[in-house]
């Protein structure tokens, strides 16, 4: 099971969309979520979305951001509008995912992309 994440570059005020996919021989997916690390600080949770559609966000980019999924591609994104400086760092994705012929889940990552926000 693998997990892919593309990102990019935008300026302030800007908007940018994340797709992450999850690859391999898969059973189901339960919740999905997005986490981001900027310099010098811990990994924090942004946005997570449950295999239902209930979401959650951490209050800086509520109003801001949206998660969605497409479980018919196994697949995640998040929306970033109004981007600011702060946003910037390394997204990564996460998703809890039990494989072919696996009765638990376990928790996958993608490899990290960096977003930067440019003032």
């Known amino acids: 099971v693998q997990l892919q994440v593309w990102g990019g570059l935008v300026q302030a005020g800007g908007s940018l969309r994340l797709s992450c996919v999850v690859s391999g021989r898969i059973s189901s997916i339960a919740d999905m979520g997005w986490y981001r690390q900027a310099p010098g600080k811990q990994r924090e949770l942004v946005a997570t979305?449950?295999?239902?559609?209930?979401?959650n966000y951490q209050d800086s980019v509520k109003g801001r951001f949206t998660i969605s999924r497409d479980n018919a591609k196994n697949t995640q994104y998040l929306q970033m509008n109004s981007l600011k400086p702060e946003d910037t760092a390394v997204y990564y994705c996460?998703?809890?995912?039990?494989?072919?012929?696996?009765?638990?889940?376990?928790?996958?990552w993608g490899q990290g992309t960096l977003v930067t926000v440019s003032s």
């Open positions: 979305i449950t295999g239902g559609g209930s979401t």
């Open positions: 996460n998703a809890k995912v039990r494989a072919y012929l696996q009765s638990w889940y376990e928790d996958y």
